[in-house]
């Protein structure tokens, strides 16, 4: 059995890679032709042991996530095995993976759901996500500006970022970010709303990444209460996880307002409606999502 590393992930496995695996694993999980695994967690002594899977026999894979959270530290592994013998197949360091479809989700879905006119991105986060969405969303969209919104970023994030986009980007505070921006990546670890929902512009669409954690949320009622619809990856993992739905109040998300992204990409679950809708994506991250990229990443590096 082979491992692949970090490094030749980034250097086999593209953005665009990514974007076109997430679209076909959500289609075939849609279509009831893959099944995922829930998440969980174990700890003790301040050691969390996090597992998640999936099993996608259009891939001829199934596998899991595996990571230790210490410290606030993430270390993550993947095992993909053949649907066909049940052989393992590869172990990957999977931080590369992670990054990449996470951001790959995000464009996903921002294809189908934010405004064609969208030009100004605002990123909540600047860390390893956020440089991630930024980087994959201005490459698949025709944005113009990024503003930051960042209380740790140092004073070299806006250049670094602009020379990795291609495109201005400024530092902004909070709520004058979210008025401006056509598109909104939440990539915080934020256990309290990043700002007000009133500053939302009509039409915009938020993507709201950073937390899978019940007691953490990244948006506000008024937020979620003004969306049209909160798109997530999968309802059962999601509505238990995502601390942005677990804390919302009982009369802001009726249950026709949920909506999952298999839906989203097979079309049978209409999103946004109307121009001025605001339309939300809240993600967790599913074990889908990384054995997908896994399975690819195998059949492209694995017999080289």
């Known amino acids: 059995m082979r491992h692949i590393s970090d490094d030749l992930i980034d250097r086999h496995v593209t953005p665009e890679d990514a974007q076109r695996v997430m679209e076909d694993a959500f289609a075939s999980f849609g279509r009831g032709r893959a099944a995922m695994q829930e998440r969980i967690r174990t700890e003790a002594g301040g050691v969390k042991l996090s597992t998640l899977g999936a099993v996608i026999p259009d891939q001829r894979v199934a596998g899991a996530k595996v990571y230790t959270t210490i410290a606030g530290q993430f270390s993550f592994v993947i095992l993909i095995f053949s649907t066909e013998d049940g052989r393992p197949l590869a172990s990957f360091d999977a931080g590369a993976i992670t990054r990449l479809r996470t951001a790959a989700c995000t464009v996903v879905a921002a294809r189908r759901l934010a405004r064609p006119d969208a030009r100004t991105l605002a990123l909540f986060g ?40 291609g495109i201005p980007v400024q530092f902004a505070e909070p709520e004058a970010a979210a008025a401006q921006a056509d598109i909104v990546v939440t990539a915080s670890r934020s256990v309290t709303p990043l700002f007000s929902g009133s500053a939302l512009k009509p039409g915009a669409f938020v993507a709201a990444i950073g937390s899978s954690l019940p007691h953490t949320r990244e ?21 238990r996880e995502a601390g942005d739905i677990v804390l919302a109040g009982a009369d ?18 209409p999103a946004r409606r109307d ?7 809240k993600s967790v991250g599913v074990g889908l999502e990384d054995v997908a990229l896994a399975g690819f990443a195998w059949d492209r590096i694995g017999r080289l």
């Open 126 to 165: 600047a860390g390893t996500q956020g440089t991630a969405h930024a980087a994959q969303l201005s490459a698949a969209l025709p944005l113009e500006r990024i503003l930051v919104s960042d209380p740790y970023a140092d004073a070299t994030v806006a250049e670094r970022l602009s020379e990795q986009c």
């Open 219 to 239: 948006l506000d009622d008024t937020a979620l209460r003004r969306a049209a619809a909160v798109v997530v990856e999968w309802r059962p993992q999601s509505t």
């Open 252 to 269: 802001v998300l009726p249950g026709d307002k949920v909506v999952e992204l298999a839906d989203v990409v097979l079309g049978t679950a």
């Open 275 to 281: 121009p001025d809708d605001i339309v939300i994506y």
